[in-house]
Nanobody, 114 residues
Framework: VQLQASGGGLVQAGGSLRLSCAVS????????MGWYRQAPGNQRDMVAG???????NYADSVKGRFTISRDDAKNTVYLQMNSLKPEDTAVYYC?????????WGKGTLVTVSS
């Protein structure tokens, strides 16, 4: 199972970015998919998750600003990030978890300038 994240970059505060994570090697629709982030010196924290049934959950810090979605036909999960803040700056990682185990993609860097 491999995950490929993309869509990171440099954006000004208040701007938007959309991250994508393509899953290969498994049927992504059978598992949980999530986005996590890790800022320098910090632990990796959950940002948003979506179950195979479509239920979502978010970290309090991003509620109302970020939206996670999945396109099972494309084996892809997305993270729409709006109203970005400098404190959102981090490396963002996607994760897939199912009966076969859990897998991480390489991160994509999001930098929000003030």
């Amino acid at each position: 199972v491999q995950l490929q994240a993309s869509g990171g970059g440099l954006v000004q505060a208040g701007g938007s970015l959309r991250l994508s994570c393509a899953v290969s090697g498994t049927d992504a629709s059978l598992g949980y998919m999530g986005w996590y982030r890790q800022a320098p010196g910090n632990q990796r924290d959950m940002v948003a998750g979506i179950s195979s049934g479509g239920s979502t959950n978010y970290a309090d810090s991003v509620k109302g600003r970020f939206t996670i979605s999945r396109d099972d036909a494309k084996n892809t999960v997305y993270l729409q990030m709006n109203s970005l803040k400098p404190e959102d700056t981090a490396v963002y990682y996607c994760k897939w978890a199912g009966l076969g185990g859990s897998y991480w993609g390489k991160g994509t860097l999001v930098t929000v300038s003030s």
